[in-house]
């Protein structure tokens, strides 16, 4: 069984920064891709930022420049450095792992229960 734990959410004023984390734990053969994904209230959940295994990075537009994805491979997980953050940055955030539990097996994605980020005055 493979399980994601988000941990770094929460309250902070507009220009401000917070750091996401996620940790994936299980029976894992191999992880190919980690990501944040987030869903504001009555919005569709939203790719944020993506990471494979080798390094290579997708953000979605309005991240660019302000949002930092990176992976530590050895521990299995996955970071989120989010600074000047704005309100429309609201949201609850998902962390994604694209992965395999055996060799053999197709990988498939697994979430973690999301972490909340506030930004407010």
């Known amino acids: 069984q493979v399980q994601l734990v988000e941990s770094g959410g929460g309250l902070v004023q507009p220009g401000g920064s917070l750091r996401l984390s996620c940790a994936v734990s299980?029976?894992?053969?191999?992880?190919?891709?980690m990501g944040w994904y987030r869903q504001a209230p009555g919005k569709q959940r939203e790719l944020v930022a993506t990471?494979?295994?080798?390094?290579?990075?997708v953000y979605v537009d309005s991240v660019k420049g302000r949002f930092t994805i990176s992976r530590d491979n050895a521990k299995n997980t996955v970071h989120l450095q989010m600074n000047s953050l704005k309100p429309e940055d609201t949201a609850v955030y998902f962390c994604?792992?694209?992965?395999?539990?055996?060799?053999?097996?197709?990988?498939?994605?697994?979430w973690g229960q999301g972490t909340q980020v506030t930004v407010s005055p």
């Open positions: 299980g029976s894992i053969y191999r992880i190919s891709a």
């Open positions: 994604k792992a694209v992965a395999a539990t055996r060799i053999g097996m197709f990988d498939r994605d697994y």
């Open positions: 990471i494979t295994s080798g390094g290579s990075t």
